[in-house]
């Protein structure tokens, strides 16, 4: 989906959408498959929808997985539709959700959204 995000080709986001839905008999829950709808709706010109899903996504009781790669993808799709307010918010959820990891070293992550810059240091758990 995000690789027809990038080729900005709507209608095979959407329909690989309604295949997945069919394969798994209801809706997906998967992160990624926001990021790309999300990103989907926003080049569609419906801003309301990206963000009713964002805020489905996001909402405090989600049923959605938010990995690290789900969330680079929605934050992607909320920075380049000029939403850095919701792009902030959900950069603090992942921080928040990140806190437990092992202080064994450091990744340095950052979030850009119209031109404006934040760093946040992650620890993360070093492997053995």
């Not at 995000?5 to 809706?27: C, P, R, V, Y």
């Not at 959605?64 to 850095?84: M, Q, T």
Request: glycine letters at 10%.
């Amino acid at each position: 989906m995000n690789g027809c995000a990038k080729d900005k080709n709507t209608d095979k986001i959407f329909e690989l959408n309604d295949e997945l839905k069919q394969k798994k008999g209801g809706d997906v829950t998967d992160g990624i498959i926001f990021g790309g709808l999300i990103k989907g709706y926003f080049l569609k010109g419906l801003e309301e929808k990206a963000v009713e899903l964002y805020d489905e996504a996001a909402g405090k009781n989600s049923r959605i997985k938010v990995g690290d790669r789900a969330y680079n993808f929605i934050l992607d799709a909320l920075c380049n539709n000029g939403k850095l307010e919701k792009a902030l918010r959900l950069f603090d959820r992942m921080k928040e959700e990140h806190k437990s990891a092992s202080k064994a070293y450091s990744e340095p992550w950052e979030l850009q959204c119209d031109g404006k810059r934040v760093l946040y240091r992650r620890e993360v758990q070093g492997s053995s």
